[in-house]
C-alpha cells in the first residue's frame, strides 16, 4: 500500500524574518541570530554513564581509565562535549547519586589523577567535558550530615529536621510528604532524636538550602571543579532544592485517595518552589563569573528538571535574558509525549509545545533518552532510530545522546536479583515496570564475551543483543549501520554550523505517518522526511519547483548521498534528510 504526498513550502517564512511566527498552521522556529554562537548553542552533548561505559581493570565497574582509553570514540563519533553521570566518591546506594565528598573521585572510578588525564587528553581531541553536580541531598555518610547529626556547631541546620508530631501517644512525621524511592519521605534518627527530609532514598538526606552555609559550600563545590578544569555541570534534580518551611501536608489530587502513593499528592510543597529558580541563577553567576575573570570558553549549566513546560522555562532565567539561569534545561518532550504507539502528532506536538514556550533569547535542545529512562530503540522501536537521531540532529539548537544511542542500542536484560535500582528492588513484583537498570546495562564495543566491556564480571548483565548490536560491527567503512548514520549527521551540522545557529525551522504533518522538518537560511534549505509507519509513502516535490539532493539516508534506505530527486518513495519507518539546490 502507498500513500501518495504533494509537499508545498509556500507557506515557509523566509530565513530573513525578523520574528517567531508559532500558530497551529505553520510553525517557524527562529534561533540565535548572532554571528559569532558560542560553542554550546549548536553542541552535541554525548552522556557517559561511567559504571557501564568501559572497564579499564577487570572488575566489571566502568571507570576513568576506561573513559580515556574510548574517548577516540567520541572523537570519532562527532560530538562535542560529554557529560558524566556522578563519578564522586559514594556508598553507591543510588549509583553515585549519594554523594558522600563532592571533592574526590569514588575507588570504582579511580583518582583526581585520573580525573586530570581524562580532561588533558579531551582537550587535545577538543572534547569539553560536564560534570554531574547533585545538590539537592548527599549521602548520610557525607561529614556533613554526620555532624549535623551530631549538632556540630555550623551544622545544625544543614539538613532538613524535624520533631515530627505525636499522634495518641506516638511520635509520627511531621506532615504526608513522600519519596520519590516510595514511603514516608522523613526518616527518624535515633541520635538526634528528629526526623530528616529525604526526597529520595533514606540514605540521601536534603540539604537545608534555607541555609545560607549550605548555598556557599554549594558553590564552593562549584568553584572547586571549576579550577581543577571542567566545562560545566549537569545540575540534578532542580525541582527539589526547596521545601515548604511551615511543613503543610500536601493536598491530595481530585479523584485520587491514596494517601501512600506519590502520584496521589499535589506536590506544592516538596517541588518546584520559587526560591529554586533564584538558586540556579546564583548557581549560574558562579560560571559565568569565572568564565569571566578567566578569559576562557564559556563554563556551560544544564539542569534536570521533570517539570510542568511553563516552570521548566524559569530556569532559563527571565523572559528578557537580564537575569540568566541555565544555559538550557533539559527538553524531555520526546520522553515524556512519545510512547510505543507515538504519532505524528505526538512529534509535531512535542516540537511545538517546546518552542511555542521557550522565550525567543534562549537556546532548544532535544533529547531522546537517558539513564532514568528506556532507550529509544525499546521505547520508539528498533527501526526509527535513524530517524529520531536525525529529528534531533536537524532540530534548531542543542543535540543530546545518551552513551549507546548511536549505534540504536536497545534495554538490557537484568532480573530483580541482579539489579540495583534502589526504588525498584524494593519490590521484585513490579521490578519491570520501575527498574532503571534496562537502560544502564554495559555499552556493547564489540560482540566478544562481555561485549569487549569487561574482562571481569560486569556490575549489570551484558545484554545479549550486544551480539548483533555493537560498534565494531558498525564502524566499518561502507556498511550501512546507525553508527556511520550517526557520523554522517554530526559531519552534516558541523558543515553547516552557522546556517543552524541562523536559520529558521518548520515542523509539520505530511500525511498521518509522515513527518517533515525543514532548516532554511539565505540560500540554503533542508529537510527532514521521516515516515513513521508501515507502508510506502510517496513525497513529490513538484509543486515547489525545488530539486533535492540527498545529503543522509537511514539504513533501510535505497537512496544515497548525492542522489538527485524531486521525489521520494519512502519505505516504512524510512527517514532522509535533503538539501535544497
Not at 39 to 60: L, N
Not at 78 to 101: H, N, R
Not at 407 to 422: H, K, L, Q, R, S
Amino acid at each position: 500500500m502507498k500513500s501518495y504526498i504533494f509537499v508545498t513550502l509556500a507557506f515557509i517564512l523566509a530565513a530573513t524574518a525578523a520574528s517567531v511566527v508559532k500558530n497551529d498552521a505553520k510553525y517557524i522556529i527562529k534561533d540565535d541570530d548572532s554571528p559569532d554562537t558560542d560553542w554550546w548553542k549548536t553542541a552535541v552533548f554525548y552522556q557517559i554513564y561511567p559504571r557501564s561505559f568501559m572497564d579499564s581493570d577487570g572488575d566489571g565497574i566502568g571507570d576513568l581509565q576506561g573513559i580515556i582509553q574510548k574517548l577516540h570514540h567520541l572523537q570519532d563519533a562527532g560530538v562535542t562535549a560529554t557529560w558524566l553521570s556522578p563519578i564522586f566518591k559514594s556508598p553507591q546506594v543510588d549509583q553515585g547519586y549519594d554523594i558522600s565528598d563532592y571533592r574526590d573521585i569514588d575507588p570504582d572510578y579511580g583518582t583526581l589523577d585520573d580525573l586530570k588525564e581524562l580532561l588533558e587528553l579531551a582537550k587535545a581531541l577538543g572534547i569539553k567535558i560536564i560534570l554531574d553536580f547533585v545538590p539537592n541531598h548527599t549521602s548520610d555518610q557525607h561529614e556533613w550530615f554526620q555532624k549535623s547529626v551530631a549538632k556540630e556547631e555550623g551544622y545544625e541546620d544543614f539538613y532538613v529536621w524535624h520533631d515530627g508530631k505525636v499522634v495518641d501517644g506516638t511520635r509520627v512525621p511531621p506532615n504526608n510528604w513522600l519519596s520519590e524511592f516510595k514511603g514516608s519521605a522523613w526518616e527518624f534518627n535515633e541520635e538526634r532524636q528528629q526526623y530528616y527530609y529525604h526526597e529520595f532514598a533514606i540514605q540521601q538526606p536534603d540539604l537545608n538550602y534555607s541555609n545560607p552555609k549550605v548555598v556557599e559550600a554549594m558553590k564552593d563545590v562549584l568553584r572547586y571543579w571549576l579550577d581543577f578544569g571542567v566545562d560545566g555541570f549537569r545540575v540534578d534534580a532542580v525541582p527539589y532544592l526547596f521545601e515548604d518551611p511551615e511543613f503543610k501536608d500536601e493536598p491530595l489530587i481530585d479523584g485520587c485517595t491514596d494517601v501512600t502513593n506519590k502520584n496521589c499528592l499535589d506536590h506544592i510543597y516538596t517541588k518546584d518552589l520559587p526560591p529554586t529558580y533564584d538558586m540556579i541563577y546564583e548557581f549560574r553567576e558562579v560560571l559565568d563569573n569565572f568564565t569571566e575573570t578567566n578569559k576562557v570558553d564559556t563554563r556551560v549549566m544544564m539542569t534536570e528538571a521533570y517539570a510542568a513546560i511553563e516552570k521548566q522555562m524559569l530556569y532559563y532565567g527571565n523572559a528578557d535574558g537580564t537575569v540568566k539561569g541555565a544555559h538550557f534545561t533539559f527538553n524531555f518532550g520526546f520522553i515524556s509525549s512519545l510512547s510505543k504507539d507515538f504519532t505524528v502528532d505526538d512529534i509535531v506536538n512535542a516540537i511545538r509545545t517546546w518552542i511555542k514556550n521557550i522565550p525567543d533569547q534562549y537556546t532548544s535542545n532535544w533529547v531522546l533518552g537517558n539513564h532514568d529512562n528506556r532507550r529509544v530503540a525499546t521505547r520508539l522501536g528498533r527501526e526509527n532510530v535513524d530517524g529520531f537521531n536525525m529529528l534531533t540532529a536537524i532540530l534548531p539548537g542543542v543535540m543530546v545522546t545518551y552513551n549507546g544511542e548511536e549505534i540504536g542500542m536497545e534495554d538490557g536484560e537484568v532480573t530483580c536479583e541482579e539489579g540495583y535500582d534502589p526504588q525498584a528492588i524494593k519490590d521484585c513484583s513490579t521490578f519491570d515496570q520501575t527498574s532503571r537498570d534496562f537502560e544502564r546495562t554495559p555499552f556493547h564495543w564489540d560482540g566478544t564475551h562481555n561485549a569487549g566491556f569487561t574482562t571481569g564480571i560486569p556490575w549489570l548483565p551484558v545484554s545479549a543483543k550486544a551480539k548483533d548490536t555493537n560498534l565494531a560491527d558498525q564502524n566499518v567503512e561502507g556498511v550501512s549501520s546507525h553508527y556511520n548514520v550517526y557520523k554522517q549527521l554530526m559531519e552534516f551540522r558541523k558543515n553547516f554550523q552557522k546556517t543552524f545557529a541562523l536559520d529558521t525551522a518548520s515542523a509539520i504533518k505530511l500525511t498521518d505517518h509522515v513527518v517533515q522538518v525543514g532548516r532554511y537560511v539565505d540560500k540554503d534549505e533542508f529537510i527532514l522526511v521521516f515516515n513513521v509507519g508501515d507502508f510506502e509513502e510517496i513525497v513529490d516535490f513538484y509543486r515547489t519547483k525545488q530539486s533535492y539532493k540527498v545529503v543522509v539516508t537511514s539504513v533501510n534506505s535505497l537512496y544515497k548521498p548525492g542522489d538527485s530527486v524531486d521525489e521520494l518513495t519512502l519505505l516504512p519507518h524510512e527517514s532522509v534528510i535533503l538539501q535544497g539546490f
